[in-house]
């Protein structure tokens, strides 16, 4: 029996590409019976149901949508304890009576850490001490408080929902089929992202997501990697009240909204504002060159592209690949040539069935 029973969600570009969406859909449409993230609280993931309910998570997996699905946060978490506990209270519906697994070496962000990241970050940042936090945990700083020693204290524990268990073991142990959501985006990289400082505090990339997670690479089936038409980068405006730059994309000419609309028909407002900090999200050209960089570096088995309503407002929630406007499907084959690399599902609005799933009928095509 094949040990490969993991599927592997990440952001393709800079961020902002939905993964939120594409990560319930998957969860409530697929077989997935455990799911766990590495996400600090500068990630913000949404997903909108058809009844146009938002769900928005900075720590809690969005599989949490598949009621029988186990949610574990991994070693690599970076957590924000009143952030995680209110996401716990405000969606005990969904949860209902369901633990959330979290690694002992999980590390927790405390006000000290958001208080010296606004002190010492001159570059783009949502700054809520996540890099901060993390390398406090990387130096073994004396008194470092981790997850182990923050949750096994009652008090903190909302209705002892929380359990500290070894996460690695879990997944390890899990013969059935996992669900593992990134965050941010690879173009964030600190590593192999766009031009440093301007980038996360850390890697963004499949294999990261992996080593986080306590499994091998083996046990990887699906990549699938979320990519939009235009890419996004954070506002130049902080939360904090400074400008501080919050770096470019490449050699690509940043666009204004108003372009963004102008080029896809559409007529009604369009502009997009961070799930973390609501500020307006800046917008660039597709950059082929840098997607095919980040396809090198993740290897995805699938595409996903969102905000396929950007290329043509026709195809705004447009529900059957073979009303795409010619446009959309042009770009499609565009990104097949380009990443070798199949598109299976495409995004057309912002709510759960806005969504072209093709996966069914491209394998049984290929096979």
């Known amino acids: 029996m094949s040990d490969r029973n993991i599927t592997i969600v990440l952001d393709g570009q800079a961020g902002s590409c939905g993964k939120g969406k594409i990560c319930g859909y998957l969860a409530k449409n697929d077989n997935f019976s455990m799911a766990t993230n ?32 186990k949610l574990l946060l991994n ?12 996401e716990i209270t405000k969606y005990k519906k969904i949860i209902g009576n369901r633990k959330i697994y979290i690694n002992p070496r999980a590390m927790i962000i405390l006000e000290k850490h958001r208080r010296e990241e606004k002190r010492i970050i001159k570059s783009g940042s949502t700054f809520k001490g996540c890099g901060v936090a993390q390398a406090e945990k990387i130096v073994r700083n004396p008194g470092v408080i981790l997850a182990k020693d923050y949750f096994n204290n ?10 500290i268990a070894d996460t690695a073991k879990m997944l390890n142990n899990c013969k059935q089929n996992i669900l593992i959501e990134g965050a941010q985006g690879q173009d ?3 590593n192999y992202g766009l031009d440093y400082p301007h980038t996360t505090s850390r890697m963004c990339s499949a294999s990261q997501l992996m080593a986080d997670s306590g499994c091998s690479p083996f046990k990887v089936k699906d990549i699938y990697m979320i990519i939009r038409p235009y890419p996004i980068r954070i506002s130049n405006k902080t939360n904090i009240g400074e400008d501080i730059y919050s770096g470019d994309y490449a050699e690509s000419k940043e666009i204004t909204w108003e372009e963004v609309k102008k080029r896809c028909g559409c007529n009604i407002h369009l502009e ?8 307006v999200r800046r917008v660039f050209e597709m950059n082929w060159e840098r997607l095919k960089y980040n396809v090198m570096i993740n290897k995805p088995t699938q595409i996903v592209l969102n905000f396929a309503q950007y290329i043509d407002w026709k195809a705004y929630k447009c529900k059957n690949y ?9 770009f ?32 049984t095509f290929l096979h």
């Open 38 to 69: 590495n996400w600090s609280s500068n990630a913000g993931h949404t997903y909108v149901s058809d009844k146009e309910e938002k769900i928005i998570v900075s720590h809690l997996p969005m599989a949490m949508l598949n009621l029988s699905c």
């Open 75 to 86: 070693a690599g978490s970076i957590i924000t304890p009143e952030i995680l506990l209110e």
């Open 154 to 163: 009652p008090k903190n524990n909302v209705d002892g929902i929380i359990e």
């Open 188 to 190: 964030l990289d600190i």
């Open 272 to 279: 997009e504002y961070t799930t973390v900090t609501k500020k």
């Open 322 to 330: 073979q009303l795409l406007p010619k446009k959309v499907i042009e």
């Open 332 to 363: 499609i084959k565009e990104i097949e040539n380009q990443t070798n690399t199949p598109v299976t599902m495409i995004g057309t609005g912002e709510c759960e069935s806005d969504i072209i799933d093709l996966r069914k009928s491209y394998f």
